[in-house]
């Protein structure tokens, strides 16, 4: 499970990075930042959008493969 986890946050760690670092987003005030606040602004959106690509079923390569005593 360890292993799984480094490697699911390696690949999916600067998943649709727009380029730009958290302070241009917090002095811009950009829409990223409005959505996921001024602290870790970044690292929130990289969040949410792992979980959005893994709530697309042909991508959740996690589902139904582990119970509750492996986690």
């Given at each position: 499970m360890d292993t799984l986890?480094?490697?699911v946050a390696a690949?999916?760690?600067d998943?649709?990075?727009d380029g730009f670092n958290n302070?241009?987003?917090?002095?811009?005030?950009s829409p990223i930042?409005?959505?996921y606040g001024e602290e870790h602004v970044q690292e929130n959106f990289h969040a949410a959008q792992t979980v959005k690509l893994l709530d697309i079923s042909?991508?959740?390569f996690l589902s139904g493969k582990f119970?509750?005593?492996d986690i």
């Amino acid at each position: 499970m360890d292993t799984l986890s480094l490697i699911v946050a390696a690949l999916c760690h600067d998943v649709q990075h727009d380029g730009f670092n958290n302070r241009y987003h917090v002095v811009t005030k950009s829409p990223i930042c409005q959505m996921y606040g001024e602290e870790h602004v970044q690292e929130n959106f990289h969040a949410a959008q792992t979980v959005k690509l893994l709530d697309i079923s042909e991508y959740d390569f996690l589902s139904g493969k582990f119970s509750r005593k492996d986690i």
